[in-house]
T-cell receptor, first 111, second 113 residues
């Protein structure tokens, strides 16, 4: 089955800096790659996703890149703000079953 | 997106008892999944709730411990049976419409004492 690895496990940045979280996946059949943000006491919230037919997608300060050949995808957050502090999860999906999640990255943005 | 109502939002239960968690979605969904998130950990798939048939369980999870019902395309329940402290986790339902986004509710925070 699919295996998703996520790095780093923790990330601390200064407000205004950029943050990058990286994931790799094993199943070449995976074609959908969402990213979730989970704040304390809440369920995961979908923040951005990318499908295998595109290499990059942006939504304001958030972008995701995908390299299908290398089987890795990354989340980029620019101009970080304290409210970006949360745990971020990447995931992979073939579209026919449940998501396989990475281990999570705890992002802390220092004001 | 989908609006997901999961109940209860949290509970503290005695070991040996059972708790049934309900998940209501505001629209029909083809797939419904149940996940467990242990403290400080990622999400682990428990099972796929199948409408009108028995759920499909992942390795390490069994029907006797986590019975699941899905009577229609908008509702499902997960029961955590004969609970022990090791079952203390957040339990999350996640509806999914075909090859589209998966959403999560607030989850049920379970503490077993």
């Amino acid at each position: 089955g699919e295996n998703v690895e996520q790095h780093p496990s923790t990330l601390s940045v200064q407000e205004g800096d950029s943050a990058v979280i990286k994931c790799t996946y094993s199943d070449s059949a995976s074609n959908y790659f969402p990213w979730y943000k989970q704040e304390l006491g809440k369920g995961p919230q979908l923040i951005i996703d990318i499908r295998s037919n595109v290499g990059e997608k942006k939504d304001q300060r958030i972008a995701v890149t995908l390299n299908k050949t290398a089987k890795h995808f990354s989340l980029h957050i620019t101009e970080t703000q304290p409210e970006d502090s949360a745990v971020y999860f990447c995931a992979a999906d073939t579209g026919r079953r449940a998501l396989t999640f990475g281990s999570g990255t705890r992002l802390q943005v220092q004001p | 997106s989908a609006v997901i109502s999961q109940k209860p939002s949290r509970d503290i239960c005695q070991r040996g008892t059972s708790l049934t968690i309900q998940c209501q979605v505001d629209s029909q969904v083809t797939m419904m999944f149940w996940y467990r998130q242990q403290p400080g950990q990622s999400l682990t798939l428990i099972a796929t709730a199948n409408q009108g048939s028995e759920a499909t369980y992942e390795s390490g999870f069994v029907i006797d411990k986590f019975p699941i019902s899905r009577p229609n395309l908008t509702f499902s329940t997960l029961t955590v049976s004969n609970m022990s402290p090791e079952d203390s986790s957040i339990y999350l339902c996640s509806p999914k419409k075909g090859n589209t986004e998966a959403f999560f509710g607030q989850g049920t925070r379970l503490t077993v004492v």
